[in-house]
């Protein structure tokens, strides 16, 4: 079975710099994809960047890129130029490519980010 | 926002009601899951329907009841809740279930309170 962890409850960040969200996973799995998910406070769970286990150049999406370390199995996101839209609860997901549990999310508790103004 | 729609937002319900949760997606994917998030807890994925079968079933108790009727709607049927059972409900939906470049899309959720 597969874990995420996410060491970080809660987060703030001054509007205009930069944070890093870490994530960690475990997993006896070698082809599988990782997810960073963002959940403003209207809830709706919006999908913020994708990363394919055996690409080993790093995701980006606009402000958003994600540290990829498959030996460490370390996922982190960093968010540059942070918005007050940027403000939600940040999840990051497991999926193996296939096999058992394929369908299947995995996804760690969370990591509350406040920007302030 | 996302092509996922759910109703209704909010329900509160006694133990003994019988409600429904409808999920509905406009986005052509052939496969719909049902997930629950409850407060300082990872989602937990509850079931998984592609192309209208039930694929995965992740033990859960009987008085949640799914439906699939086709490919762009999902029902969560709920009967005699318990109060641990509150919680925000999520629907999703993906293109290539199990698939290599399969990607999840979420609906906003129900909030259900169960007194």
């Known amino acids: 079975a597969q874990t995420v962890t996410q060491s970080q409850p809660e987060m703030s960040v001054q509007e205009a710099e930069t944070v890093t969200l870490s994530c960690t996973y475990d997993t006896s799995e070698n082809n599988y994809y990782l997810f960073w998910y963002k959940q403003p406070p209207s809830r709706q769970m919006i999908l913020v960047i994708r990363?394919?286990?055996?690409?080993?150049q790093n995701a980006t999406e606009n402000r958003f890129s994600v540290n990829f370390q498959k030996a460490a199995k370390s996922f982190s996101l960093k968010i540059s130029d942070s918005q007050l839209g940027d403000t939600a609860m940040y999840f990051c997901a497991f999926k193996p490519y296939s096999g058992a549990g394929s369908y299947q999310l995995t996804f760690g508790k969370g990591t509350k980010l406040s920007v302030i103004p | 926002e996302t092509g996922v729609t759910q109703t209704p937002r909010h329900l509160v319900m006694g133990m003994t009601n019988k409600k429904s949760l409808k999920c509905e997606q406009h986005?052509?994917?052939?496969?719909m899951y049902w997930y629950k998030q409850s407060a300082k807890k990872p989602l937990e994925l509850m079931f998984v329907?592609?192309?209208?079968?039930?694929?995965e079933n992740n033990s859960v108790p009987s008085r949640f009841s799914p439906e699939c009727p086709n490919s762009s709607h999902l029902f969560l049927h709920l009967h005699t809740l318990q109060p641990e059972d509150s919680a925000l409900y999520l629907c999703?939906?993906?293109?290539?279930?199990?698939?290599?470049?399969?990607?999840?899309?979420f609906g906003p959720g129900t909030r259900l309170t169960v007194l």
């Open positions: 986005l052509g994917h052939n496969a």
């Open positions: 999703a939906s993906s293109q290539d279930p199990g698939g290599r470049t399969d990607t999840q899309y």
């Open positions: 990363q394919e286990a055996y690409k080993q």
């Open positions: 329907y592609s192309l209208e079968e039930r694929v």
